[in-house]
Each structure stands twice: as structure tokens, then as C-alpha cells.
């Protein structure tokens, strides 16, 4: 099944230097996102600042996924969501 962006951005727009849409400190108010795949909750993405300077959502785990044969199988699990020119907004203030 392909999913499609409903926020989708042209590349111009996208390429544009823009302030960030939110700070870190609205990230963590708005609290985690639940990760899924398919029915599956895999984790949680946690606000946090990046060792680069950026800040945005990420989650790091191991998970046990059954696959469509009826085994499982044990996977790892790594999601960064970057807030656009985040770093940027860093350095700026």
C-alpha cells in the first residue's frame, strides 16, 4: 500500500531558508508520538535536541515483528523526525 504526504512541500519551498515551524520546548509540551507498524506499536518518539545542534523526535529499540510467514523476528528499530532549519533557529538565538 503506498502512502502519500499530505503536507508535501515543492522543493523550492522546501530549500527555502524558513524559520523552524516549532520550538523544542512546543515538541516536548505536545508530549510522545506512538510509532506503529501496521497494528504493532513499536515505541515512542521522544522530543529531544540532536548532538548536532538540531532538535526534533527519535526513538532507538528492539522489537519483535511476526512476519506474514508466522515467524517472528527480532529487529532493531531506529527513527530521527528532524525539525526543519531547527539548527539554524539554534544559532540564531
Known sequence: MAYSTPARLEKEEF???KPPSCTLQELID???IEIKFGPI???ELVARQFSTGSYGYSHHGKVLLPMPNGKTAYM???????VFNSKDANAQS
Open 41 to 43: 506499536v513499536i515505541g
Open 15 to 17: 530549500m527555502a531558508r
Open 76 to 82: 532493531q528499530c531506529s527513527v530521527h523526525l528532524t
Open 30 to 32: 505536545a508530549g510522545p
